[in-house]
Antibody, heavy 119, light 108 residues
Framework: QVQLVESGGGVVQPGRSLRLSCAAS????????MFWVRQAPGKGLEWVALTSYDGTDKFYADSVKGRFTISRDNSKNTLSLQMNNVRPDDTAVYYC????????????WGRGALVTVSS | ENVLTQSPGTLSLSPGERATLSCRASQSVRNNYLAWYQKKPGQTPRLVIY???SRPAGIPDRFSGSGSGTDFTLTISRLEPEDFAVYYCHQYSDSPRTFGQGTKVEFK
């Protein structure tokens, strides 16, 4: 069965860096675009970044462009989000999800990783 | 970017009633790449509709989606207690992809 498991969340000071990972299993990881979505406390869902199935194309929300980098390792079935120069408004639960078959976007999600940016 | 505006912000209904949620895009959504998610506190988002009107396996047929271009609708024909949640629309035809701000379906 499809599983997505995020790790790497925690408390980080403003201006510092943090790296999130998402371990994928139960499907052919290298065939699917993958992306991150976050939800700040009491707020709605926000799309963060996407990588194509082979990692050649990457897209970012304006709010994270230039600070966050999405990447993938298809040999290890792992998706990553490098978060640099974090800000308090980056505090959120970060979810890993995929583009499913036949345009079923976000058909499976991880349970999320909480990132808290605070001094 | 393609801004999605959902209405109403909150829908107060009783079990058995019909829920109609709207999502309007600032630009046309190509290929009808518009999805709807159900989100409950402490749970992961759940895909209920994709490509505007397709239902994933396991989603009850009381959920239906319609629309094209810039105007889309999610309809829940008869609300069950487990349907009370926040619903988000999401366009994935253009990058950056975007979400609407959500519609909360609450008990009346």
């Amino acid at each position: 069965q499809v599983q997505l498991v995020e790790s790497g969340g925690g408390v980080v000071q403003p201006g510092r860096s943090l790296r999130l990972s998402c371990a994928a299993s139960g499907f052919t990881f290298s065939s699917h675009a993958m992306f991150w979505v976050r939800q700040a406390p009491g707020k709605g869902l926000e799309w963060v970044a996407l990588t194509s199935y082979d990692g050649t194309d990457k897209f970012y929300a304006d709010s994270v462009k230039g600070r966050f980098t999405i990447s993938r390792d298809n040999s290890k079935n792992t998706l990553s989000l490098q978060m640099n120069n974090v800000r308090p408004d980056d505090t959120a639960v970060y979810y890993c999800t995929r583009d499913g078959p036949l345009a079923a976007v976000g058909d499976y999600w991880g349970r999320g990783a909480l990132v808290t940016v605070s001094s | 970017e393609n801004v999605l505006t959902q209405s109403p912000g909150t829908l107060s209904l009783s079990p058995g009633e019909r829920a109609t949620l709207s999502c309007r895009a600032s630009q046309s959504v190509r290929n009808n790449y518009l999805a709807w998610y159900q989100k409950k506190p402490g749970q992961t988002p759940r895909l209920v509709i994709y490509v505007a009107s397709s239902r994933p396996a396991g989603i009850p047929d009381r959920f239906s989606g319609s629309g094209s271009g810039t105007d889309f609708t999610l309809t829940i024909s008869r609300l069950e207690p487990e349907d009370f949640a926040v619903y988000y629309c999401h366009q994935y035809s253009d990058s950056p992809r975007t979400f609407g701000q959500g519609t909360k379906v609450e008990f009346k």
